[in-house]
């Protein structure tokens, strides 16, 4: 009996190598994780006046053709970021355009900066604390005020 117990471990232990060394073999097999997983990609966005302004120069353009977003400034905190600045429609000869003070609001996707829907994230504001996140709010309460509470 205890014969066979040891030849079953031995063959137990031997389709496990062969297993193993199966799902090794080949130097081009494909990874299990998905392709568009973003640490395949290229690791985290860092919270940077380029990085999180270019995100929000194209969320301008998505509201508008012709919008033009001037950042001027730049808060984050737990992978969120909110980006203040002036929108404008770019008919103007300066580099600040004239136009209405904005803010928008970005959670951090692995490398990318995705905009948020501030009436999602914002929560149900309390009109005798506005600025002041209310508990239903997503985005951390140090950003609340400058993103949801302003522009």
């Known amino acids: 009996m205890r014969t066979m117990t040891k030849t079953a471990a031995l063959a137990t ?87 209405a003070p904005t803010s928008y609001v970005f959670e951090a996707e692995g490398q990318f900066w995705v905009p948020q829907d501030k009436a999602k994230v914002c929560g149900t504001p309390d009109a005798a604390n506005p600025t002041t996140a209310p508990a239903d709010a997503t985005i951390p309460p140090a950003l609340y005020a400058a993103g949801c509470a302003a522009g």
């Open 13 to 99: 232990m031997g389709l496990a190598l062969v297993t193993l060394s199966a799902c090794s073999s080949s130097s081009t097999s494909t990874p299990a994780t998905p392709a568009a997983s973003a640490s395949m990609v290229g690791g985290m966005t860092e919270c940077t006046n380029e990085a999180v302004g270019q995100a929000a120069t194209e969320a301008a353009a998505a509201q508008g053709a012709g919008n033009v977003f001037t950042l001027e400034t730049l808060t984050c905190d737990s992978g969120w970021a909110v980006a203040a600045g002036t929108l404008g429609d770019g008919s103007t000869a300066s580099d600040a355009p004239q136009g």
